[in-house]
């Protein structure tokens, strides 16, 4: 029977041969996540009440992102009480303040094709980047998981979303993201969006993080992007082991159903911002355009990768931020803050007056530095903008891409990045 990517993942987890829409199944879990907020303060208290322990300390992961750094005493004991968790129940990776749980995932090798993953936040979904089915389960599933290895789910229907062409300059993953937000709405639930098409298959891997990362925002369960070539090299580039014969055994079969199929051009697409309070209020920049602005923030697991802070860079090159205006920038991890410092963006970045932050979740969850007061207006590389999200409730967030972040940081307002792209500095 012909089946889609996730169908096979799941099928493979569930020990069946097959599997199909709508099927409720028990999957085994190769690989459980969570982060400071979502784990052992939740998960522990029920363990202890349970008398249990964690079934395989070998396939779990924590990693601190959320309150890190510590800024007042009560981040300081979640901080304690989840080295004290681990250490307790001998969990064998920990990634204690090093960098934003997906993106941490990512540089660590932890992610392959084929697996079933679950993580205890909304953005697992990255995950799926790897060809791997990894979404996000709240803290009753990751209890469940963290004592039996196994978790019930109803095998989704696929969308399949190609991009033709390629995209054009100064465009990039979060216009195609903020585009399907807007094209597709964010009532998606119990569907899995599988991406596809010239267009990504052309995007180096940290953009394709970008599509998977936002399949949240759509409502989806999770996004995949079927191996390749790019995802090979990006597993053992991280120093994964990886089989070459993943990349015929991964994919959805060509008479694979779907239950809709939808088709964009990547070579007519135009840079997007969302408006407040919603990913789903997404157009072209010239919807938002002029619109003036307090604070511009490059950060999230979703917009601060080294690509992003790369984007930023040659926008801000020998340019200054506008008088008036805050860039606050907050590397993704420890790895990007390193290798940025060494290739001289993080320099570029300072020196046209951006305000570098510690590498974490921070203002896009609404912690620690960065948010935002009663009234102000941000634009962001973020990936929610809900009302309050980074702060006051009558603040305002826009999302855009950090190439628009970057040049709306340097004139004031939201404003279209492509000028800064092709004018010498």
């Known amino acids: 029977m012909a089946s889609t990517l996730v169908e096979k993942i799941i099928a493979r987890a569930s020990g069946l041969s097959s599997v199909a829409p709508g099927d409720?199944?028990?999957?085994?879990?190769?690989?459980?996540?969570?982060?400071?907020?979502?784990?052992?303060?939740?998960?522990?208290?029920?363990?202890?009440e349970l008398g249990a322990s964690v079934w395989d300390p070998s396939k779990v992961v924590v990693v601190t992102d959320h309150y890190t750094p510590a800024v007042d005493l009560e981040s300081a004991a979640i901080q304690k009480l989840t080295r004290e968790w681990v250490k307790e129940n001998k969990v064998e990776t920990f990634y204690d303040q090093q960098g934003i749980?997906?993106?941490?995932?990512?540089?660590?090798?932890?992610?392959?094709?084929?697996m079933f993953c679950a993580g205890g936040d909304s953005h697992s979904t990255t995950g799926g980047a790897f060809g791997c089915y990894m979404a996000g389960f709240g803290a009753i599933e990751m209890t469940g998981v963290m004592v039996t290895g196994d978790i019930w789910t109803r095998v989704p229907q696929t969308v399949r979303v190609d991009w033709t062409g390629r995209?054009?300059?100064?465009?990039?993953?979060?216009?195609?993201?903020?585009?399907?937000?807007?094209?597709?709405?964010?009532?998606?639930?119990?569907?899995?969006?599988?991406?596809?098409?010239?267009?990504?298959?052309?995007?180096?891997?940290?953009?394709r993080l970008v599509l998977t990362n936002m399949a949240a925002e759509l409502g989806a369960e999770t996004g995949l992007i079927a191996p390749d070539a790019v995802t090979l090299a990006a597993i053992r580039q991280a120093g994964g082991e990886v089989d070459d014969e993943a990349v015929r055994i991964w994919r959805s079969d060509p008479d694979a159903a779907f239950e809709a199929v939808h088709q964009f051009d990547a070579s007519a697409l135009e840079p997007q911002v969302a408006l407040p309070n919603s990913p789903a209020n997404?157009?072209?920049?010239?919807?938002?355009?002029?619109?003036?602005?307090d604070q511009a923030y490059i950060g999230a697991c979703v917009g601060a990768k080294l690509?992003?802070?790369?984007?930023?860079?040659?926008?801000?090159?020998?340019?200054?931020?506008?008088?008036?205006?805050?860039?606050?920038?907050?590397?993704?991890?420890?790895?990007?803050?390193?290798?940025?410092?060494?290739?001289?963006?993080?320099?570029?970045?300072?020196?046209?007056?951006?305000?570098?932050?510690?590498?974490?979740?921070?203002?896009?969850?609404?912690?620690?530095?960065?948010?935002?007061?009663?009234g102000e207006v941000c634009i962001s590389s973020t990936n929610r903008n809900f009302k309050g999200r980074m702060g006051h409730m009558t603040s305002e967030v826009y999302l855009?891409?950090?190439?628009?972040?970057?040049?709306s940081a340097i004139e004031g307002r939201v404003c279209d990045p492509r000028p800064y792209l092709t004018d010498a500095a």
């Open 167 to 207: 995209l054009p300059e100064g465009v990039v993953a979060k216009d195609m993201m903020l585009l399907l937000c807007g094209a597709l709405g964010v009532q998606n639930a119990f569907k899995v969006v599988e991406y596809g098409g010239e267009a990504v298959e052309a995007l180096p891997m940290q953009e």
């Open 282 to 293: 997404a157009g072209p920049v010239a919807a938002a355009e002029a619109r003036r602005i």
């Open 24 to 48: 409720i199944v028990t999957c085994k879990v190769d690989l459980a996540m969570f982060h400071d907020s979502s784990g052992p303060r939740r998960v522990g208290p029920r363990m202890r």
């Open 101 to 114: 749980c997906h993106i941490v995932l990512a540089e660590g090798g932890h992610l392959r094709p084929g």
């Open 307 to 374: 690509q992003d802070l790369h984007m930023a860079a040659r926008v801000l090159d020998g340019r200054k931020v506008a008088a008036g205006v805050r860039l606050m920038i907050a590397p993704a991890s420890a790895a990007t803050m390193r290798k940025a410092a060494a290739d001289g963006t993080l320099a570029t970045l300072t020196e046209a007056g951006a305000i570098l932050l510690p590498t974490g979740c921070g203002a896009c969850a609404g912690y620690g530095a960065g948010v935002l007061a009663d």
């Open 400 to 407: 855009a891409s950090p190439y628009t972040v970057a040049a």
